[in-house]
Structure formats: C-alpha cells, structure tokens
C-alpha cells in the first residue's frame, strides 16, 4: 500500500505525528513522498532529498520484509506439519508457528497498512514455501513426490491466509499413515 503525495499534502502536522505512532509503514511512504515533491527551489543547500527519501522507504520496508519472511515462516511450518512423514520435530514446528505468528502480530499491530496488504504480502509466498518443502524433504532422506502427493495442485494454496495461516491456533492434520 503506498500513501501518495496527495494523501501527504492534507495531513496536519498532528496528524503525522499520530500517522507514525499508529502505522509506521504507511507514515515512512508518506514522508518519502513528502520528500520527494519537495519543490527543487525551497529546499535547503545540500539536502540530499532523494537519498533521505530512498532511507526513510527503506526503513519502511524493513518493516514490509519482516513481515513476508514471517508468513513465509509460518507457511512453511505449517506445511511441514501436513506433509513431512518424520513426526520427530513436530512440537517443535507447532511451537515455532506460535512464535511467528506472536512476531507477526507485532509487525501488523505496529503497521496496520500492511496487515490490510497482507494478501499482496503472501502472493507468492507459497510457491517458495513448497519448493522449500521439496529441498528439506530430500536433504531429510524423503521421497519428496511421495510425501507431497496429498497437495491437490502444489501451484495453489491448499490453507486459507485468515482462517488458518493467521489464526493463533490452527495447525493442520498430519500426513495420514
């Protein structure tokens, strides 16, 4: 979700100060873009705007990334516990998707703008959680084919983003047999 400039422009500066405690994301787009349409005459010598602009983003999407490699995290987790056959480390993986999903909450609480983007944010997480999947399975001494088999297509999601990565206490049934 990207603020323009426009959106910045009609901000009062109260208004940025409570931009930046509520959505730290969406308040370091807005003073990226703030920055940027400074005009070329009004700014002061030697004020690098565009590199303070690029820095402030920056800093905003530290907060982006975080964020993906969370849900990556969970994803992958989370697909360990429905497909990979040694049970061993199970408790494990559960108490790690608690732990993620604790920390994503905390990105998401301190940036709402980017818990309102987080299908863009999961997009294309998925493909790389299964071919993650696929390389741990055969380091593990798997048949990554066998093991996978029960994916109706490895292309397309088989959890719903809300219902089950997101939800605090949802874990998925463990291969059957």
């Not at 040694?86 to 790690?96: F, V």
Request: aromatic content about 8%; hydrophobic content about 40%; overall charge negative.
């Amino acid at each position: 979700m990207e603020i323009g400039v426009g959106h910045a422009y009609s901000l009062r500066m109260s208004d940025v100060g409570e931009l930046y405690e509520r959505d730290f994301y969406a308040w370091t787009q807005d003073q990226a873009a703030l920055l940027r349409a400074w005009p070329e005459a009004l700014r002061p010598n030697a004020l690098d705007l565009n590199h303070l602009a690029e820095e402030i983003e920056d800093l905003g999407k530290s907060q982006r990334r975080a964020a993906r490699s969370l849900l990556l995290q969970v994803i992958q987790h989370l697909l360990k516990l429905r497909l990979h056959p040694d049970r061993q480390s199970e408790q494990r993986w559960k108490k790690d998707v608690n732990g993620f999903r604790d920390q994503l909450r905390d990105v998401f609480a301190e940036n709402p703008s980017l818990r309102a983007a987080r299908d863009e944010l999961a997009a294309d997480l998925w493909a790389r959680a299964v071919a993650s999947l696929r390389r741990d399975l055969e380091l593990d001494g798997f048949d990554s084919r066998a093991a996978m088999a029960p994916l109706p297509d490895p292309a397309e999601p088989c959890f719903d983003l809300d219902r089950e990565i997101l939800a605090e206490d949802w874990f998925p049934q463990p291969p059957a047999g």
